[in-house]
């Protein structure tokens, strides 16, 4: 089998334009849907999108994970229920939540980018590759948070970080072992 550096391509579903399109379309309708597995939490809810990011990231690469996320974001713009809660609108975009909505697209860059950098393989360097960029996913999402309410930066802290820190390496660790379990199926099957 040849060496590809992430599991859509190993799997042949980066072949053609229209291969790229349905993985960018399967990827952005996993992000709405997991949004909606959501604990309502003051002003930023805690859902399953970085879990969906990680695994998309990890699976398809960085140009691939990207645009996927570009693409969930455009859909939830133009009014489609795909943020948290079932929530539409551009105004998701600029609200407390738009630091780590906007933030999706690096993280899903950043953790495709490290996987084809050899971080592919083997759960350890799959759960670098995944918690790495969770944890800069942060960085934005307190900033913004910050600059958009009245909530000091140590306030912007505990609201957008302190309650996801756990949550972010446990999810790291779903999506490295969900990830190198579909090596382990694809070279056993080749």
Do not use: C
Not at 45 to 69: D, E, F, H, K, W
Not at 143 to 163: C, E, K, M, Q, R
């Amino acid at each position: 089998m040849n060496r590809s550096s992430t599991l859509s391509a190993a799997l042949g579903g980066q072949n053609t334009l229209l291969s790229q399109i349905m993985l960018v379309l399967g990827g952005s309708l996993i992000m709405g849907l997991s949004a909606q597995v959501s604990v309502p939490m003051f002003p930023v809810p805690m859902t399953l999108q970085t879990l969906a990011i990680s695994v998309i990231g990890l699976t398809y690469g960085s140009r691939l994970a990207a645009a996927t996320m570009v693409a969930y974001l455009i859909e939830g713009a133009m009014g489609l229920p795909v943020f948290a809660g079932g929530g539409a609108g551009a105004h998701h975009l600029v609200g407390p939540t738009g630091g780590f909505l906007m933030g999706f697209i690096a993280m899903a860059w950043a953790t495709g980018l490290m996987v084809e950098r050899g971080f592919d393989r083997g759960f350890a360097r799959l759960f670098v590759a995944a918690l790495v960029p969770a944890t800069l996913l942060f960085v934005p999402g307190m900033f913004w948070l910050y600059a958009v309410t009245p909530l000091s930066l140590g306030g912007a802290f505990d609201a957008a970080v302190l309650p996801f820190l756990i949550g972010g390496v446990v999810k790291s660790a779903i999506a490295a072992l969900a990830v190198a379990g579909g090596w382990k199926a694809l070279s056993a099957r080749g």
